[in-house]
């Protein structure tokens, strides 16, 4: 049996990942550096994640023979490297980067995507995040 302290040094030693699910407010004040980046505005990059992840940062779908990661469910066959699948590695990154708190690696990664593939890539753009995109303003900011 292990005992406390032991616990409490693992605990230390292997801090839990760092996730979170974020509130509209908070990913548009997070995301607000690529409002209009590629044409693509801060509402449709909301919109976009709320229906991919959720806005949850651990949000994994395994799709097709393929897994999609975090928020912006970045994908290991084409834009980072985990351990199931060999991978182009476009974004030069270990997938499960895409899973804590720290968006800058999804942003950039998610721009990326986007130089390369258009806003498309994120399927629910074109049926549910083109237009009518109120609902996603903070009032907020």
């Given at each position: 049996m292990m005992s406390f302290?032991?616990?409490l040094l693992v605990g230390i030693l292997f801090p839990a990942l760092q996730a979170k699910e974020f509130t509209k407010c908070e990913l548009s004040q997070v995301l607000k550096d690529m409002d209009g980046y590629g044409g693509?505005?801060?509402p449709e990059w909301i919109c976009n994640i709320f229906h991919v992840s959720g806005f949850d940062t651990q949000t994994i779908v395994n799709n097709n023979g393929k897994t999609e990661y975090g928020l912006f469910q970045?994908?290991?066959k084409l834009?980072?490297?985990d351990n199931q699948i060999q991978s182009k590695n476009i974004c030069d990154i270990s997938c499960?980067?895409?899973l804590d708190d720290d968006l800058t690696d999804d942003?950039?990664?998610a721009k990326k995507i986007l130089d390369s593939e258009g806003i498309d890539y994120w399927l629910?753009?074109?049926p549910?995040?083109?237009e009518k995109l109120e609902q996603w303003l903070c009032e907020k900011l």
């Open positions: 302290a032991s616990l693509v505005t801060l970045i994908n290991n834009w980072c490297r499960d980067k895409f942003m950039k990664c629910p753009h074109k549910l995040c083109s």
